[in-house]
């Protein structure tokens, strides 16, 4: 049960890097401290069922485990000044309920959430482009470990929208060598106590 546990936030938070596939170094990531979060950031309007469309990461699990990514659902309520968020996904066939808080900082629309480990300097998140309707661009940081998610309310999702999103991926120096696009169906909205992880548990 602890493996699955782990596997599952490996999957989740998308940390790790490949090594060099190229002749040349890449340019470095963006920090994420370069992200500007959507302007007026609204809580209430972005609470809800996001679905999980991409993720642009360099990760060694991503890049080895690609033919093996569940669709994944993600519920945000706000909870005070922050983001309960709720994730649902499937690890070998069974669903999974992951609980975070996303504690809100001083800038508008970046979050932080606080690693389970007592050394960990956590996850700072950032809402980086969103229409609350359709599609929700989000920016992951823990250390040097880089990813850009596209959440959408709902499938199909649009030419425009993806554009929208790879345009952001580009932007930070990714590509799509480094993209990832997840299964639009066989979600998971509910599990038993035993499926439920909060991920604040061992803090």
């Avoid at 033919?67 to 000044?81: C, F, I, K």
């Avoid at 499937?90 to 996303?102: E, F, N, P, S």
């Avoid at 979050?111 to 609350?132: A, F, I, K």
Wanted: charged fraction near 20%; proline fraction near 5%; charge should be neutral.
């Amino acid at each position: 049960m602890l493996l699955l546990r782990t596997a599952l936030l490996t999957l989740l938070l998308v940390p790790g890097t490949p090594g060099q596939r190229r002749k040349k170094p890449p340019l470095p990531l963006v920090p994420i401290d370069k992200i500007q979060p959507q302007a007026n950031f609204d809580l209430h309007q972005f609470s809800g069922t996001w679905l999980l469309v991409a993720v642009a990461s360099k990760c060694n699990h991503l890049l080895e485990s690609s033919h093996r990514l569940e669709a994944t659902l993600m519920q945000v309520a706000v909870s005070g000044p922050a983001l309960a968020v709720d994730t649902f996904r499937k690890l070998d066939g069974i669903c999974w309920q992951i609980k975070q808080k996303y504690e809100p900082t001083q800038l508008q629309g970046r979050y932080h959430l606080q690693g389970r480990r007592r050394r960990s300097s956590g996850v700072e998140v950032v809402v980086g482009d969103t229409d609350y309707h359709q599609y929700a661009i989000l920016y992951y940081q823990r250390d040097q470990q880089f990813s850009i998610k596209l959440y959408a309310r709902s499938f199909p999702v649009s030419d425009d929208i993806l554009s929208k999103y790879e345009q952001h991926v580009t932007d930070a120096t990714l590509s799509d060598d480094f993209t990832f696009y997840f299964p639009t169906y066989g979600f998971c909205n509910s599990s038993h106590d035993f499926q439920i992880l909060d991920d604040h548990a061992a803090l």
